[in-house]
């Protein structure tokens, strides 16, 4: 699914962000997500550069790991 309407609640992204999900109806939250955000690291005195970055939610894919859809078999 493409969804241009998609928005994370962080202040730094400055581009793109992004989502995935599981395939299955029982899980409604985002497995990992993420983004673009440019001249974050300019914040911590280094020179600013493009940088696209991604978190996961381990918790939650450890424990449904066996329930998710997207292996296929």
Do not use: Q
């Amino acid at each position: 699914m493409f969804d241009v309407t998609l928005m994370r609640g962080l202040d730094y992204y400055t581009g793109m962000v992004f989502e995935f999900f599981d395939n299955s109806p029982e899980n409604t939250r985002a497995l990992f997500g993420g983004g673009r955000y440019d001249g974050l690291v300019g914040l911590f005195g280094v020179e600013p550069i493009s940088t696209v970055g991604v978190g996961t939610w381990v918790r939650r894919l450890w424990s449904n790991f066996w329930k998710f859809t997207w292996f296929v078999a």
